[in-house]
Nanobody
Framework: QLTLVESGGGLVQAGGSLRLSCEASGRTFRSHAMGWFRQAPGKEREFVAAISSGDGDKYYADSVKGRFTISRDNAKNTVYLQMNSLKPDDTAVYYC?????????????????WGQGTQVTVSS
């Protein structure tokens, strides 16, 4: 059982940066692949990035490659999303997710655990 709590969202100008954090409670954080999704108003939720539980292999949506970086600190039970060169199109609620299966992040099935979401707003 994992409980996920996101933080770090806010309002930023285009071209700026934000770092999102997601802290997990529970003893099995390091055995879960972690990911980030986002949902903009009127749009479907979309995959942003994921990081494996073992070697820390990282995966990104094409729309954020080269701008966003996912990382994890197993000692702190925390996963991060560093977002640089932000664009107004990045405006969304960002959700942290966790699942034992990395492949879930590009399947039609949702990850097992979700955070409550944090709002990111990028002004032009």
């Amino acid at each position: 059982q994992l409980t996920l709590v996101e933080s770090g969202g806010g309002l930023v100008q285009a071209g700026g940066s934000l770092r999102l954090s997601c802290e997990a409670s529970g003893r099995t954080f390091r055995s879960h692949a972690m990911g980030w999704f986002r949902q903009a108003p009127g749009k479907e939720r979309e995959f942003v990035a994921a990081i494996s539980s073992g070697d820390g292999d990282k995966y990104y949506a094409d729309s954020v490659k080269g701008r966003f970086t996912i990382s994890r600190d197993n000692a702190k039970n925390t996963v991060y999303l560093q977002m640089n060169s932000l664009k107004p199109d990045d405006t969304a609620v960002y959700y942290c997710a966790a699942d034992r299966e990395l492949s879930i992040y590009w399947s039609d099935l949702p990850p097992r655990y979700w955070g409550q979401g944090t709002q990111v707003t990028v002004s032009s």
